[in-house]
């Protein structure tokens, strides 16, 4: 059973506006979670990440936020630029520090 | 500084045949891992070496074997490929302590 999920597979937004992806998770044992962005033909590359004990971390135009009691976190991206279109994917780090579990991904398109 | 490299880039196989897919990282890190990307199921992690000498398993274990040949090497084979194995392979490493992966560029499998 998937223990990371991304319920939206695709994502359309215009140059200039927010991009918020989303993502939700069931085991509440995970310590970390990360964004990586993956374009064609290329492995995903990190993008940004966030401590179980943390709500918030920003880094320039991305920002990542952790709803523990929802088991939910989001990405938004402000803001959006062509460049971003990509393929994200969210992951949690099991509680052994090893295993990493992946969703399914969100394909972001930004729109000239 | 190459990071992670994966060979070959591409390969066909038939049913039943064998192979193994090389990844070599020269980062120093402690930890390699191996994942399979799929339409839909995003990526799932095959096995993983926490440190030289020792392999575990993942999601999805079953009809793949691993080999950490040294510090910088992580190695997977198929004994017997099947068509339920065609899929894109990333190998990933990450330092010891850290949550951030670092993946190769992938080996497109086709098996027919």
């Known amino acids: 059973d998937q223990q990371v999920k991304q319920n939206s597979p695709s994502l359309s937004v215009q140059e200039g506006r927010i991009s918020i992806l989303n993502c939700d998770y069931t085991n509440s044992m995970f310590d970390y979670f990360l964004w990586y962005k993956k374009y064609p033909a290329e492995g995903p590359t990190f993008l940004i990440s966030i401590s179980s004990i943390k709500d918030k971390n920003e880094d320039g135009r991305f920002t990542v936020f952790l709803n523990k009691s929802a088991k939910h976190l989001s990405l938004h991206i402000v803001p959006s630029q062509p460049g971003d279109s990509a393929v994200y994917f969210c992951?949690?780090?099991?509680?052994?520090?090893?295993?990493?579990?992946f969703g399914t991904g969100t394909s972001l398109t930004v729109i000239p | 500084n190459a990071g992670v490299t994966q060979t070959p880039k591409f390969q066909v196989l038939k049913t039943g045949q064998s192979m193994t897919l090389q990844c070599a990282q020269d980062m120093n890190h402690n930890s390699m891992y191996w994942y399979r990307q799929d339409p839909g199921m995003g990526l799932r992690l095959i096995y993983y070496?926490?440190?030289?000498?020792?392999?575990d398993k993942g999601e999805v274990p079953n009809g793949y074997n691993v080999s950490r040949l040294n510090k910088r090497e992580f190695s997977l084979r198929l004994e017997s490929a099947a068509p339920s194995q065609t899929s894109v392979y990333f190998c990933?490493?990450?330092?010891?302590?850290?949550?951030?992966?670092?993946f190769g560029p992938g080996t497109r499998l086709t098996v027919t």
């Open positions: 070496s926490a440190s030289e000498g020792t392999t």
């Open positions: 992951a949690a780090r099991g509680n052994t520090g090893n295993q990493f579990y």
């Open positions: 990933a490493s990450r330092v010891g302590s850290g949550y951030e992966q670092y």
